[in-house]
């Protein structure tokens, strides 16, 4: 069998057999195929798509290029949650430290921001001291113990992924269902959870921009969980604006805590709440989606998820002084204000040119092995529907130089329709599969 075959099979739309993708992702694991071969492989996948057989033997052949992990010697029912990716989506954050002290185990490895789209793994880096690499023994330890782990996919598990996943965030092949589908369901897959909660991304912020494509893409993966014996939920949630205020790796880090403080109510609370209520609900500690909604509320008020977020901190290195003192977190030293250019309501934003705005600071990457400026980003000071008047401010751009300021600048701009008449506001959640 040969690569530039398969490449040109695929090029020419037509369908691969399950060897033919099974060559693949062995080419991409153990490193024959160079990273040319495999781009050119992820466009040709992109432009002419894949079937549901052809999707189904990618996620199990990139699920099995290491080692599934087994955690059955942890006591309970495991619990996990994948977005499919958005901009200012830190609801890991919130809803991870939440469930895992109602005594659901929460085991969670987590990606790095992909496009224009931020990683749990990359906001939990932006923390002093805080270790996302994570062996599947200390994995089993810190669970045991706190029920709590927020961790890097390890090298032995998916890496076929890893590689993968790294070349698509810069060669434009990131939305592709099956790429994606791939992608999520490998690594859950592997990661050996009970039950998982997608989170599916559905506006001008995700990967996938109506409903009918964000329906197919969480039909496949529910279906492929479901197949390989999981318990699995998919909320269709919008993405017509950054779910929360703050955009960027420690500004999200910031606006978690803040959540978990019970300051802060709004999209980002509303999400965390519905997905967390559905890991309860597999988990079968609550029997009904708004039971598991109050118990969480709950846990904000009593402050045990911050404890729980307190007890992640100390557990995997992290200065847990930054709870109370964000001035610990990066922030970049320079400043910018936007402002609006006239009187209007906030009908429409470009949320993927706003993430887009979030890499020009440095909070993201545009090519693989960028080091990101974690203390750079966005903080949103205005929401779809708000009125606004010309001169006030629409963000705040935090960047290391005033150049990216003043790119980003450009783009938030673009992305923000002002009009005379208030439209209508997108739904939050959309759809339950
Ligand atoms: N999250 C992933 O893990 N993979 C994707 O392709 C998109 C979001």
Do not use: W
């Amino acid at each position: 069998m040969n690569i530039i075959d398969i490449i040109l099979k695929k090029r020419d739309g037509n369908k691969l057999s399950n060897q033919e993708i099974a060559f693949f992702v062995k080419g991409v694991t153990d490193g024959s195929l160079p990273d040319y071969q495999i781009s050119a492989f992820l466009m040709a996948a992109f432009l002419k798509d894949m079937d549901t057989e052809e999707t189904a033997c990618l996620t199990m052949e990139m699920a099995r290029s290491g080692c599934m992990f087994d955690f059955s010697e942890i006591k309970g029912f495991k619990a996990d949650k994948h977005s499919t990716g958005g901009v200012a989506d830190t609801t890991t954050l919130v809803l991870a430290p939440l469930v895992a002290s109602t005594g659901v185990p929460v085991i969670k490895m987590s990606g790095r921001g992909l496009g224009f789209s931020g990683g749990t793994i990359d906001k939990l880096e932006s923390i002093p001291g805080f270790n996302v690499n994570v062996t599947e023994e200390e994995a089993i330890a810190f669970a045991k113990q706190s029920n709590i782990v927020l961790m890097s996919q390890t090298d032995n598990l998916t890496p076929a992924d890893k590689k993968l996943y790294a070349l698509r965030d810069v060669t434009g092949t990131v939305d592709s269902i099956p790429l994606i589908a791939g992608s999520i369901m490998s690594k859950k897959i592997a990661a050996g959870a009970d039950g998982i909660v997608l989170d599916v991304k559905c506006g001008s912020g995700a990967f996938m921009q109506t409903l009918d494509s964000a329906k197919t893409l969480a039909t496949i993966m529910v279906d492929m969980g479901r197949h390989v014996g999981r318990k699995v939920t998919a909320v269709i949630s919008g993405m017509d604006q950054p779910l929360g205020m703050n955009i960027g790796n420690s500004l999200e880090v910031i606006e978690a805590i803040e959540v978990l403080k019970g300051n802060v109510s709004g999209d980002l609370l509303d999400v965390s709440l519905t997905l967390g209520a559905h890991m309860l609900l597999l988990a079968e500690r609550v029997n009904t989606v708004s039971e598991g909604k109050d118990l969480l509320q709950s846990h904000i008020k009593n402050g045990m998820g911050l404890a729980k977020f307190h007890e992640l901190l100390v557990q995997q290195g992290g200065n847990p002084e930054i709870i109370n003192n964000y001035s610990l977190l990066p922030l970049a030293k320079c400043k910018e204000l936007v402002c609006c250019q006239k009187d209007g309501y906030l009908n429409h934003m470009d949320t993927a040119l706003i993430g887009r705005a979030s890499l020009e600071t440095g909070a993201g990457r545009a090519f693989k092995e960028q080091p990101l400026d974690f203390g750079a980003g966005i903080i949103m000071k205005k929401r779809l529907g708000d009125f606004i008047k010309k001169g006030e401010p629409l963000a705040e751009i935090y960047a290391s130089t005033d150049v990216q300021c003043a790119s980003a600048a450009d783009y938030l701009q673009q992305a923000i329709t002002i009009g005379e008449d208030k439209q209508p506001l997108p739904p939050l959640i959309l759809e339950i599969i």
